[in-house]
Nanobody
């Protein structure tokens, strides 16, 4: 079992930055691809970013590419999401998740955190 706990959410103004962190415990996450998803009220959960197990490859949704950066530290069992130039449409609950399968679909992920709220006002 892998337990994931997100932190770093908050309320900011458009153009500001936030850094989300995901702390893992239980089994090591070094063998897992790690992803960030988000869900806004009334919307389905959507893919935001992912990083492969050894951190070589990263993937981003088109809406966040160039603004968000995902990284991981397997020694510290943490995954981070640096979010710059935030927009009101980035407002959502952000979830960290782990998978050994494909990274784009939430149904592929086996472990999820509880989520952290990000609110961006204009």
């Amino acid at each position: 079992q892998v337990q994931l706990v997100e932190s770093g959410g908050g309320s900011v103004q458009a153009g500001d930055s936030l850094r989300l962190s995901c702390a893992a415990s239980g089994r090591t996450i070094s063998a897992y691809n790690m992803g960030w998803f988000r869900q806004a009220p009334g919307n389905e959960r959507e893919f935001v970013a992912a990083i492969t197990s050894i951190g070589i490859n990263t993937y981003y949704a088109g809406s966040v590419k160039g603004r968000f950066t995902i990284s991981r530290d397997n020694a510290k069992t943490t995954v981070s999401l640096q979010m710059n130039s935030l927009k009101p449409e980035d407002t959502a609950v952000y979830y960290c998740a782990a998978t050994r399968r494909g990274i784009y679909f939430d149904t592929n992920y086996d472990y999820w955190g509880q989520g952290t709220q990000v609110t961006v006002s204009s």
